[in-house]
């Protein structure tokens, strides 16, 4: 056993499914808006209803159920005319009561609770009723399309490194072998992924998410020993991937340095950054002109419909490493030297329909993709 109660899975799905917000959702904006002008419109109604009633009533043309009238001036008791008064503004009181829609919070709460349940029995899970409507006030859906319309491959299609555009993408030739060194051990180090050298000598194995397998493939095209550079050092502290920073971290130690590597989003590294390597090695200051020329190129992979990831890294004494609880060290993240710039691409599987005629000769002519369909390929064969 390790976990009872809210520990578990199950406790903890459960607590989500409880867990107030405090937000209120499309439905309860839309409700509110209805019930505040239902109530406008029922005061005024019940406001005119009262005066015209009371005008009426006074001046003599309302009458009893007897046919008399029920108001006459100097003859109708003050305790009578009280009462008749107090019968009227009953009447307009209903009118509010009845107007107010009281009914309509627990309506649309059983309604919600029965779309729920509807999902469950589809398989779908929903964790908060609130789902269910703010997906009835949807206007467009955008879904996943990874693994339908792509082979769930990545690929580094561009890079970006000294502050210059490589090309191809794994030509470090012109790069200073310390940068290249920095760079292939942020690579190799800070990565969930991992890299497998079959002993007959073929082609290495890459595993783990898309885009660690991509950069790691990368990092084997520009000359990265993923084994060899895993030796050298030793991992003091690891930060894993945070999706609300969009970026993780690591720390290494070799002899007597202690280096500290930060991969993630672009355009979050690149504000982090202080510095920025040039083709030598040497180290300047980012300047506004650079930073602004380095945010262009970000913004060009982003209209590429490219997966922008930045490599940075910053040194550390080693004094300044705590000897106890490494786990509650928070790594610097203000003080970054730019190493370099990755643009991943996800591979599409194109898959063009065309229809060209009807096979069946009940048809008319008319075609629909559920009766006849090719499939062109890229060498002209139709399937």
């Known amino acids: 056993v390790t976990g009872v109660g809210t520990n578990t899975e199950w406790g903890m799905l459960m607590a989500n499914l409880s867990e107030d917000i405090g937000e209120e959702t499309p ?19 019940a406001g005119v209803v009262l005066v015209v009633l009371w005008i009426r009533y006074f001046t003599g043309h309302s009458n009893n159920p007897d046919g008399t009238t029920a108001f006459v001036a100097g003859t109708t008791g003050a305790k009578q005319g009280f009462m008749g008064a107090i019968s009227i503004f009953t009447i307009a009181v209903t009118i509010v009561v009845v107007a107010v829609p009281e009914g309509l919070p627990l309506a649309v709460t059983l309604t919600l609770a029965y779309s729920m349940r509807k999902m469950m029995r589809d398989k779908a899970l929903v964790r908060r009723l609130s789902s269910c409507e703010t997906m009835g006030s949807a206007t467009t859906i955008c879904s996943d399309k990874t693994g339908t319309l792509t082979l769930n491959k990545m690929t580094v299609v561009e890079a970006y490194l000294s502050g210059t555009k490589l090309n191809p993408c794994d030509n470090t030739g012109m790069m200073s072998s310390s940068v290249a060194s920095l760079l292939v051990e942020g690579i190799a180090q800070n990565t969930a992924g991992a890299v497998f050298s079959p002993e007959n000598g073929g082609a290495a194995e890459v595993a783990g998410a898309p885009t660690e397998k991509a950069i790691l493939s990368w990092g084997l095209k ?38 500290i590597h ?3 989003a672009a355009e979050l590294v690149l504000a ?3 510095s920025w390597f040039s083709i030598d090695g040497s180290v300047h200051p980012m300047s506004s002109d650079k930073y602004n020329e380095l945010k262009r190129s ?15 890294y910053c040194t550390c004494e080693l004094t300044m490493v705590p000897r106890e609880d490494l786990d509650k060290w928070q790594l610097p993240d203000d003080n970054l030297t730019l190493l370099g710039m990755v643009g991943i691409k996800l591979f599409t599987l194109y898959i063009l329909f065309r229809c060209i005629g009807s096979l069946s000769p009940r048809s008319k002519g008319c075609c629909t993709i559920m009766q006849c369909c090719w499939c062109e390929g890229t060498d002209g064969h139709r399937r």
């Open 222 to 259: 520009i000359g990265m020993n993923f084994n060899d550079v895993r030796s050298k050092s030793s991992v003091l502290r690891v930060l894993p991937f945070n999706s609300v920073k969009k970026c993780g971290g690591v720390a290494v130690q070799s002899d007597t340095y202690v280096h």
């Open 298 to 312: 970000i913004d060009d992979m982003a209209m590429s419909s490219l997966r922008c990831i930045a490599f940075a």
């Open 262 to 264: 930060w991969k993630g």
């Open 272 to 274: 982090s950054c202080k």
């Open 27 to 45: 439905l309860q904006v839309r409700l509110n808006g209805v019930a505040t002008l239902i109530g406008i419109v029922g005061l005024s109604v």
